[in-house]
């Protein structure tokens, strides 16, 4: 004799049991069980009654209604636990757990079995879409992370401040705001490109925009002469007041600007009378400029102090008057 075996079905099971009216109390136990299943409920999120909810089902509508409260619909295949009437309310959010459930399985008509196969198979699919996108979402915040400090590693390894690390950082943000990050794809950081393009390209427009500012406003000059790989040169360094647009502020403020002018190759000579055509050449462009020098800071070589062939007193001796500072230093 072989036992009878209960029916088989070919999709996951729900605890609900077929819906009669004497068994009201068990039922509602259940529907609050599916309720507790349900991921959106436990983050306390309800969703709203829509046509969304169907996935684009057919078959779905024919049997799910709007209920009353937004974020309830009611299956017209099933009874109400409490009153026994057809009709049961549930949370939109517990439609797939009841879709899946025994009792629904058992009010639904056989002839339509397959349509409710189909219906959970397109329910559950989605629902693990969205479980997917939410993992791949959540890898994502942790690579953006991990490369934030990947990047701020980096930049503090270069010894850099962090008045230049938020520059840095600024600059790059409102870059990739604006798409413009593209380039990092298709250029060269190479160190010899990179001196080209800074002498060939952006050095004429900055020594412009130094010597028009100097045209206009007061300033001292720093200079020093260093010895870099037996190659003697002379550094010219100017130092002036200059307004600069403070986007935090939205207005121009006073800033001290330090700008290189000049790296002269000195050659063989390095006294006063080639440090004096070295300023004519590279800086006293014009009259106004030459008028614009308040002071000279240098490191008392004699090039600079010596009597007579000194730069200072050549400058004198020309008419031109300004301040002197004397430093060991100059940086
Ligand atoms: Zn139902």
């Not at 102090?305 to 004397?326: C, H, M, P, R």
């Amino acid at each position: 004799m072989s036992k009878k075996q209960p029916k088989q079905r070919a999709f996951p099971q729900g605890n609900e049991q077929a819906s009669k009216p004497n068994q009201k109390k068990i039922l509602h136990k259940e529907t609050l069980q599916d309720t507790n299943n349900d991921e959106n409920t436990q983050s306390n999120h309800y969703t709203q009654f829509s046509n969304k909810i169907f996935k684009g089902s057919k078959y779905m509508p024919t049997f799910i209604k709007e209920a009353p409260g937004k974020s309830s619909c009611i299956c017209m295949k099933c009874r109400d636990p409490l009153t026994g009437k057809l009709g049961q309310a549930m949370l939109v959010n517990s439609l797939l757990a009841h879709i899946k459930s025994d009792k629904h399985y058992a009010n639904t008509d056989p002839k339509e079995h397959k349509k409710l196969q189909e219906l959970i198979t397109l329910l559950e699919g989605t629902k693990k879409n969205k479980e997917i996108n939410s993992e791949d979402k959540g890898d994502k915040t942790d690579f953006e992370t991990k490369s934030f400090l990947k990047f701020l590693g980096f930049l503090i390894g270069q010894n850099l401040s962090f008045s230049q690390i938020h520059n840095i950082g600024s600059y790059l943000q409102k870059a990739a705001n604006e798409k413009g990050l593209g380039f990092l794809k298709i250029s060269s950081f190479n160190e010899e490109l990179l001196s080209k393009i800074t002498r060939e390209c952006f050095r004429p427009i900055l020594i412009d925009g130094i010597i028009n500012s100097l045209k206009t406003k007061p300033f001292s000059l720093s200079l020093d002469n260093a010895t870099f790989s037996g190659e003697h040169f002379c550094a010219l360094k100017v130092k002036f007041l200059d307004l600069e647009w403070n986007d935090e502020l939205q207005e121009n403020i006073s800033t001290i600007k330090n700008k290189i002018i000049a790296l002269h190759n000195l050659k063989e000579s390095s006294s006063g009378k080639t440090m004096e055509e070295i300023l004519n050449l590279k800086l006293f462009q014009t009259e106004e400029i030459k008028n614009n020098l308040i002071g000279i800071v240098h490191d008392c070589a004699s090039s600079f102090t010596g009597s007579d062939v000194g730069l200072i007193n050549l400058l004198q001796k020309a008419g031109k008057e300004f301040l002197t500072f004397e430093t060991l230093v100059i940086v």
